[in-house]
């Protein structure tokens, strides 16, 4: 009887939705918009891809004030980041993400250009403005089919807003910002689409945005002391300017065949990085140098597309350009070098590092896709990419060149590093109807990895030179997929998928400094791959104004790659250090139960760990078989609500709040530490007239000090004093004003 008592109330609970159904009346209008996505290189609805996909239209993106990777991945279920320097992130879904010298594990697309850039200092995916983008597409798990490398934790796509021979529009925004603590921010954007003709048309889209800073920068002093109190030198150090610009263009020569030019440019300078020391007073590091930097990124892009009457065929040919220079200040290296060289650690020894970064890129793509929605659906394709890298850095300090008898020479470490890496693939992928709701797919990816290195080294810091070596490897990624649609709107699906991530050559380690993974440095490290299971539901109940999707999965990881600072020195070597599991459920709700108000809520529990590590990598690491895998969110949970009202004819208020909570996170591999949980909550109101909006926003209202990066290694730490951390920037309030004809 006490059980029976228990149970009433939760199957009372979960009885309400059907008598709702039954009974509610609904307008027509109270739906929740379709969303039509190309994650399967075809047109489809959201709702009926067997997979799991968060799709964010252009409005909402503009609605929730969402600005780049950091913002999308706050509402993004199993979608994580690591910030690399200013604008530069990288990405990680499912706990599957990458460190530095590695490629990606997760592909960032523009459009039909994939900018899987091996990370490199300050370098990872960069940040896209999502100002006039159509919708950006988050695919949860292994693409290994239909995207290839660098995909084995999934894809992020930005797909821009095309040119409309139809008519002339233009939108202009316009917005300013302060920040606690912190500098003001402003910005102007605009984007205009001009009808050339009947059958063409231009878009062109440029950007500006000052972003304020808010770390402090004191002139350091003894590193030992645990609560120093240093004199402030610099305020707001880590301001930066975002300039970006694209035009595109379209032309249609006949019904058939269609011609879309693209240009892409988009940099970043900063005066300084986000770094502060954990032992000083709130959001300070302690410096000689400034840490400014620039990036710039340039893409061009052609597509073609010719229709025929069973399929479209589609090429696609990319160039791309990515530099970064940056500086920053590798005093602690210095200081915690010492004892190595026989030298004190109570001296100050001001140094000074660089690093330039040149990237640049070739990609070509031809895809086959069925036409139609018969029975037999299909997509094939090949795929060929080259990228190279190019690194030089520098390290130098007058007083520590001195001090360990170098005095003719400032230089501790010069280093420059040529990296090529090239990817061939032929896929395909079908889909048979084998009965009007039961659907099976089959794909697979043959492909061939080829990459290599040279670099030269000198300094009494450098490792020997790596002369050029060469690695290769090939394999076949498969997928399979079963679906199963009972009714119009319930999507059941089941689906096995293999990814996989390219290897590399390495960097050496430095003799003489003390490092303790000398015998276990390899020249070369493997391919890692992950094999994805996963069952899902898709629906959408109440005459569609409640969508529901589910996903849970297992993933295996073999030959797992991992960035290892060497206990002894602290210098980074790449290496296969394991295998992993990593399980996890997944959830995204929408619920509009009027057409004036809408809920939404996501969230994912992911449950990463070692299944085993390499024998030699046991006593240098901290994490074991069995331990969490580092950077990765055991759980993170957000909700969002939109109330619209509408006074009179054209005049439309609105009011938004979204809160995201970010569960502990693990970090580090050789030390282990834990981020802990954090929450943040945004909120906007305003009025939308004919042609304009005004909104008045606020981001981290609460002012949380999310830690975002702890960083441990001999450039950001001292003995157990100090660490250095990245937090999410301080309370926000802005003001936007958006305009379109």
């Not at 992020?156 to 139809?166: C, K, V, W």
């Not at 790449?574 to 809920?599: C, H, K, Q, T, Y």
Request: with cysteine; charged share 20%.
């Amino acid at each position: 009887m006490k059980r029976l008592t228990t149970l009433t109330p939760i199957v009372t609970l979960l009885s309400i939705p059907l008598l709702w159904q039954a009974t509610a009346t609904w307008a027509a209008s109270d739906v929740i918009e379709e969303i039509v996505v190309t994650s399967q290189r075809r047109a489809e609805s959201l709702q009926d891809v067997p997979a799991a996909i968060t799709a964010v239209g252009g409005a909402a993106l503009a609605n929730q004030h969402l600005q780049g990777n950091a913002d999308l991945a706050a509402h993004v279920p199993s979608l994580s980041f690591d910030v690399q320097g200013p604008g530069e992130s990288t990405l990680a879904i499912r706990g599957l993400g990458t460190s530095y010298g590695l490629a990606p594990a997760v592909s960032y697309y523009l459009n039909e250009t994939p900018l899987d850039i091996r990370t490199d200092g300050t370098a990872g995916a960069p940040d896209i403005d999502f100002f006039d983008v159509e919708r950006v597409e988050v695919l949860r798990g292994p693409q290994g089919t239909l995207y290839g490398s660098s995909s084995m934790g999934g894809a992020l796509r930005i797909l821009t807003a095309q040119p409309d021979p139809t008519a002339f529009t233009m939108k202009v925004q316009a917005g300013a910002s302060s920040m606690d603590g912190g500098g003001a921010g402003y910005l102007m954007k605009s984007a205009v689409n001009i009808p050339l003709a009947e059958n063409a048309a231009i878009r062109m889209v440029a950007g500006y945005e000052h972003v304020g800073g808010y770390i402090d920068r004191a002139q350091p002093g003894d590193f030992s002391v645990e609560r120093p109190d240093l004199p402030i030198a610099a305020r707001r150090i880590n301001d930066a300017d975002v300039t970006s610009g694209r035009i595109l263009g379209l032309w249609q020569p006949t019904d058939t065949f269609t011609v879309k030019p693209s240009l892409l440019f988009a940099q970043i300078e900063a005066d300084g990085n986000s770094k502060y020391y954990s032992n000083l007073p709130k959001r300070t590091i302690a410096a000689t140098y400034d840490s400014p930097s620039k990036s710039r990124l340039i893409v061009g892009n052609l597509v073609l597309e010719q229709e025929f009457d069973f399929a479209q065929l589609l090429s696609s040919t990319s160039i791309l350009s990515r530099d970064v220079d940056n500086q920053d200040d590798y005093s602690l290296l210095s200081t915690n070098l010492a004892p190595a060289f026989g030298v004190s650690q109570s001296i100050n020894y001001p140094t000074r590092h660089l690093l330039e970064s040149n990237n640049d890129g070739f990609v070509q793509e031809l895809r086959l896709t069925s036409s139609g929605e018969g029975r037999l659906r299909w997509v094939a394709g090949l795929y060929f990419s080259r990228f190279k890298q190019r690194s030089v850095e520098l390290i130098d300090s007058a007083v520590f060149a001195t001090e360990i008898g170098q005095p003719d020479d400032e230089r501790i470490y010069a280093f420059e590093q040529h990296l090529v890496d090239k990817q061939s693939a032929i896929f395909a992928d079908v889909t048979y109807q084998i009965l009007p709701n039961l659907e099976v797919t089959a794909g697979a990816r043959y492909y061939e990895l080829r990459n290599s290195l040279e670099n030269t080294q000198a300094g009494p810091l450098a490792a020997p030179n790596q002369p050029l070596v060469r690695a290769k490897a090939s394999g076949t990624s498969p997928r399979f997929v079963l679906t199963y649609k009972p009714t119009g709107d319930v999507t059941l699906y089941g689906t096995a998928a293999r990814g996989y991530r390219p290897g590399g050559p390495n960097v050496g380690l430095a003799e003489g400094t003390g490092c303790s993974l000398i015998d276990a440095y390899s020249p070369l490290y493997d391919p890692d791959s992950v094999w994805n299971y996963e069952v899902g539901a898709k629906t959408q109940l109440w005459q569609r104004r409640l969508t529901i999707n589910l996903a849970a999965y297992r993933i295996d990881w073999k030959k797992v790659q991992q960035a290892v600072v060497d206990p002894g020195c602290g210098y980074l070597i790449m290496a296969n250090v394991g295998s992993a599991r990593s399980e996890g459920v997944e959830a995204e709700i929408s619920f509009r139960p009027l057409d004036s108000l809408l809920f939404t809520a996501g969230g994912s529990y992911t449950r990463a760990k070692f299944e085993s590590i390499t024998q030699i990598y046991r006593d240098a690491a901290e994490v074991q078989a069995g331990d969490a895998m580092p950077d990765v969110p055991r759980q993170k949970w957000s909700l969002a609500g939109e109330y619209t009202h509408e006074f009179a004819a054209g005049r439309t208020g609105f009011i938004r709040a979204d809160w995201a909570h970010l569960g502990e996170v693990p970090t580090g591999f050789t030390r282990v530490f834990t981020r802990p949980a954090y929450n943040t909550l945004g909120a906007s109101l305003g009025m939308r007239f004919d042609r304009y909006e005004v909104s008045l926003y606020g981001r981290n209202l609460t002012n949380s000090n999310g830690i975002l990066a702890i960083q441990d290694s001999v450039t950001d730490s001292f003995d157990d004093v100090f660490r250095t951390y990245i937090s999410t920037p301080p309370r926000l309030v802005g003001l936007d004003l958006r305009v379109e004809f």
